[in-house]
């Protein structure tokens, strides 16, 4: 094993505090020189925001080294040449997409959805739903598939089931840049310089961290911290099940030493 991939929410931090262990564990896999990187599916804010949330509970982190779903969307969209956009996102991650026209409208050459929370309107989504029916060729770009997280007041949906709505309406699917997309996991290999086989994902979420990892090769750890839920280790009826449980984020050094 020679990196580490970290979900954030549920595994380094719950309703905005450090988990215990949090900070020491990234602290040691520092210490051991161990690359990493933090994969969020979090589109509500951007990645300068998610770094200072993680300095202010006392965890060493870097705007460079995370990685979430409008950074890579971004990238995929210059690489199309794509400008005008239709957004379907918070406004604290208009930030992200700076250097495209947001304004949307019958013009748009894509349309990209994140998790809006409360901002899911049925206008908002029918509007949406109108941009890409008008046009057949327009990309639909989903900012991750999570179905829920556990939020301060509890779980609450996340971007997942809204993305559903619009592909079962519209007939497309959508183009899916956070987790469990192979092409997410992919580009933190390529910016570590690793292959999926010398890296392991923690996190939270059974399906998006975990099996989502495995698919691509890489190993998986389930933390029975965040929305983790008793049976979430099981294996399900096609026989999948996460390779690695912790208790939390605090036994990483144990079992990297295992491995």
Not at 16 to 23: H, I, Q, R, V
Request: hydrophobic share 45%; glycine share 10%.
């Amino acid at each position: 094993m020679q990196a580490v991939l970290f979900d954030i929410d549920g595994v380094l931090l719950f309703k905005g505090a450090a988990l215990p262990g949090a900070a020491q564990t990234l602290r040691w896999v520092q210490q051991q020189g161990i690359p990493y990187r933090f994969l969020t599916n979090t589109t509500s804010k951007p990645a300068s925001r998610i770094a200072a949330d993680l300095q202010a509970a006392g965890i060493a982190a870097h705007e460079a080294d995370i990685l979430t779903p409008p950074i890579a969307a971004r990238l995929w969209l210059q690489q199309q040449r794509k400008q005008r956009l239709h957004v379907l996102l918070p406004q604290a991650v208009y930030s992200e997409f700076g250097m495209f026209d947001l304004s949307g409208g019958d013009d748009a050459e894509a349309l990209v959805i994140g998790d809006m929370g409360t901002g899911f309107t049925f206008e908002v989504l029918n509007q949406a739903f109108r941009v890409l029916m008008a046009d057949p060729d327009i990309p639909l770009l989903a900012l991750g598939m999570t179905r829920y997280f556990a939020a301060a007041d509890g779980l609450q949906l996340d971007v997942g089931p809204f993305v559903k709505a619009l592909e079962y309406a519209t007939g497309r699917q959508a183009l899916v840049m956070g987790k469990p997309a192979a092409s997410f996991f992919q580009q933190a290999l390529a910016a570590l310089n690793v292959t999926a086989e010398q890296t392991l994902m923690i996190g939270d979420d059974r399906l998006g961290d975990v099996l989502g990892a495995q698919a691509c090769g890489i190993h998986g750890a389930l933390v029975r911290t965040g929305k983790y839920r008793p049976g979430d280790e099981d294996a399900d009826s096609a026989g999948l099940q996460p390779q690695h449980l912790l208790d939390s984020v605090a036994g990483l050094p144990e079992l990297w030493r295992s491995l």
